[in-house]
């Protein structure tokens, strides 16, 4: 794309952004006064199995499938590639659906309202289905977007009609999949439209599990330290703290997900860099996105500490003031969150370092667990948050030293002139104690 069509990309993508947001603007203060701090959380853990039951069924496809999508000359084989993705959602489906009805009973916040639980599985197994890699490899860039606002739409409408107390948290969880039925079916309809319906078969499934589990093995490692803090949650502390803790979460996820659009533009113009042998370019490139998301990881720190007293009641209520304080441990987690998003997307995915990726994600998650399940307990939703934090400073630190290993640490700004004034102090000590070195 040229200039201007990729700037006029760029700015649909970051409307639907806003939409999303306008969207979480107008619930979330809804939720939290009409349902209450106990259903409210209960809505939450919901969602939150919702998200894990999505990240397995769409098991790392998702990038696979743009990439490979993206290469396809005719719609003959844009059909076969969508066959072979769908054809493997469905068979994984079949394990999340199974996974999700066992944590809905497991769990003693969702197994007194199982019918919550078993919506929110369904759910998650339609978001995996969805189509927007398809529609982004093939550079249709404004029809997913599209397709998720109508979504936006049609979910909020049965939601403010449908919604009036406590006893009506179950239809939150239908609304929304009720929407995301219908999103579905738009996005089907369309492409059987453009390039034919898909054949389902079992053949090269296996192939693709293996080509999308080092992207799997990250993506569940960043699961284990947001989606499924929620229902970990349920497991270990009382429905108040998990709806302290939900409310405090989606303002987080608000402003993590912020970092989201500009890698859309970051991540594809350093591989081209790269492909075409511009490494100074593609270093310089790197080094901007660096700055860009280094910076907002401080600027959202610090208005999260100073605001949170005053946003969350606010918005949510005084029941909700506990939430605070929740927001303000989490308020840590975004400058090793934003260093986390650079390494992993501006310098690890365009390096083809996806292996590495995988480890290191895979490590913090663990680490992620092990503080969850020891701070949880004993300090509940802050404790939950502490150990997020704790699981993106891990990752951080896994990062950080796979960069210094590769050589690849001069791409964080000013890294290059602390190692040479590093350098330097040695040299000097070198000289006093070993003159043979030189």
């Not at 995301?180 to 693709?208: F, H, M």
């Not at 605070?324 to 365009?350: S, T």
């Amino acid at each position: 794309m040229n200039g201007k069509k990729s700037a006029n990309v760029i700015a649909f993508v970051y409307g639907g952004y806003l939409m999303r947001y306008v969207y979480l603007i107008i619930v979330v203060p809804f939720y939290g006064r009409v349902l209450g701090v106990s259903e409210y959380g209960r809505v939450l853990a919901a969602m939150s199995l919702m998200n894990v039951i999505w990240m397995l069924t769409s098991y790392g496809f998702t990038f696979v499938g743009m990439r490979e999508i993206s290469k396809a000359q005719n719609p003959r084989e844009c059909n076969a590639i969508h066959s072979q993705h769908l054809s493997a959602r469905l068979l994984l489906a079949v394990i999340g659906g199974s996974i999700g009805v066992i944590a809905t009973y497991c769990s003693p916040t969702l197994s007194e309202r199982p019918l919550i639980g078993l919506l929110a599985t369904t759910l998650g197994i339609v978001s995996a289905l969805n189509l927007g890699w398809l529609y982004q490899g093939r550079h249709h860039f404004r029809t997913p977007i599209m397709i998720e606002v109508f979504g936006f739409a049609v979910s909020l409408v049965l939601v403010l009609s449908l919604v009036r107390g406590p006893a009506d948290s179950v239809w939150v969880v239908a609304s929304l999949l009720t929407a995301g039925v219908l999103s579905l079916a738009i996005s089907y309809g369309l492409a059987t439209w453009q390039i034919g319906w898909p054949r389902l078969s079992t053949e090269g499934i296996v192939p693709l599990l293996k080509g999308s589990t080092m992207l799997f093995c990250y993506s569940s490692g960043s699961v284990v330290l947001t989606a499924s803090s929620t229902y970990l949650l349920t497991l270990l502390s009382t429905p108040a703290q998990v709806g302290y803790f939900g409310a405090a979460e989606r303002f987080a996820t608000i402003g993590l997900s912020l970092m989201g659009p500009a890698s859309q533009v970051f991540i594809p113009t350093i591989s081209r860099q790269l492909a075409q042998g511009d490494k100074a370019g593609a270093h310089a490139t790197t080094r901007h996105g660096a700055m860009l998301l280094l910076g907002y990881g401080l600027l959202v720190f610090c208005g999260a500490l100073a605001l949170s007293p005053i946003v969350m009641p606010l918005i949510l209520g005084e029941a909700f003031g506990p939430s605070a304080r929740v927001l303000q441990c989490f308020a840590w987690m975004f400058p090793f969150a934003a260093f986390n998003e650079f390494a992993a997307f501006y310098v690890f995915v365009p390096r083809r370092k996806d292996k590495l990726l995988a480890i290191a994600g895979a490590a913090s998650g663990a680490a992620n667990l092990l503080a969850a399940l020891w701070l949880a307990p004993r300090f509940g939703a802050e404790g939950m948050a502490f150990a997020r934090v704790f699981g993106e400073l891990s990752l951080s630190v896994t990062l950080l030293f796979l960069m210094f290993k590769l050589e690849l640490i001069t791409l964080l700004p000013g890294a290059g002139r602390a190692i040479a004034m590093a350098r330097v102090a040695w040299g000097v000590r070198g000289q006093a104690g070993a003159g043979k070195d030189e």
